[in-house]
């Protein structure tokens, strides 16, 4: 059995148009869906990113505001921005580019940003209503949003379903986790203490790979005919590749993919559908604005 890959950027492509209408639709309206970007230093990695989610909202029809500040920048720099991008009627969503430098403190700058206003969802308000039964928040971190996305377009079965978490990031794996317990999931959230690791796994009909090591879950660790969602993104070695790297995930997929029966590829998979969930917060933002 070979597994159905699940094409991440087909499907965040879809969501993308959905978005496009969407905010065509809130222009007729009078309302124009706005993004601010604040990047703090030279990261390369977080200058990327920022373009790239930048160029998404110019392909969707959202306005991007993007504010750069050097290295040097005081956390009460950081934070004013913050504030005044909180106060701007015309501004539906604000992005901190993570990580900042390290004299920043991120716990404050992020709480600092209005709740409303939360389109990455990592507000510790939006975090603990996530946690709470009966409690909805105002924005679900986009890469958790997007691994559910990809399974519900994908037709697998959350309600009932035994998943497994390798991972307890703040970001990825305790999000997602909760996200599957509120969709009725029975979840384990593994990570380096765990005993009997792959065990664990394989008890799993959903396996979501967020650890960050490369090839970290093996293939005789997934059940077969098991939906795995790997969200891990990591270079390796590769001296036939443009700057002698590659990206692979978490899950050793060559042979994983003969056992499960779906599966993300890396790149390719979860990648595109947290740009995707962006756009679609910030467009939720907007229209809650509108209404």
Not at 76 to 86: P, S, T
Not at 108 to 120: F, H, M, Q, T
């Amino acid at each position: 059995m070979t597994a159905r890959l699940i094409n991440g950027k087909a499907i965040a492509a879809t969501i993308h148009e959905e978005v496009r209408r969407g905010a065509q639709d809130l222009r007729a309206r009078g309302v124009i869906p706005g993004l601010a970007t604040v990047l703090v230093g030279d990261n390369t990695a977080s200058h990327k990113y920022v373009s790239m989610k930048r160029k998404a909202c110019a392909e969707v029809g959202i306005e991007s505001f993007h504010h750069e500040l050097p290295a040097t920048a005081t956390q009460a720099e950081v934070l004013a921005l913050v504030q005044r991008l909180g106060a701007d009627r015309k501004v539906h969503g604000i992005l901190v580019q993570l990580p900042l430098p390290k004299h920043i403190d991120e716990r404050v700058i992020l709480e600092a940003v209005p709740i409303g206003k939360d389109v990455d969802g990592f507000h510790p308000l939006n975090i603990g209503a996530l946690a709470m039964k009966g409690r909805e928040p105002d924005f679900v971190p986009c890469t958790p949003a997007g691994v559910i996305e990809l399974l519900d377009r994908t037709g697998a079965k959350i309600d009932g379903a035994d998943a497994v978490v390798v991972g307890r990031s703040n970001i990825v794996g305790m999000p997602v986790a909760l996200l599957l317990i509120g969709r009725n999931a029975t979840v384990t959230v593994c990570h380096s203490k765990t005993k009997d690791l792959p065990a664990m796994v394989r008890r799993a009909d959903i396996v979501v790979a967020a650890i960050g090591k490369a090839h970290f879950v093996k293939a005789d660790w997934i059940r077969p005919g098991a939906t795995v969602i790997d969200v891990g993104t990591n270079p390796v070695d590769d001296p036939g590749k443009p700057g002698g790297k590659r990206l692979v995930g978490d899950v050793e997929f060559e042979p994983a993919k003969l056992v499960a029966g779906a599966i993300t590829p890396v790149p390719g998979g979860v990648g595109p559908m947290t740009i995707a969930m962006l756009m679609k917060n910030t467009l939720r933002s907007a229209a809650r604005a509108r209404a």
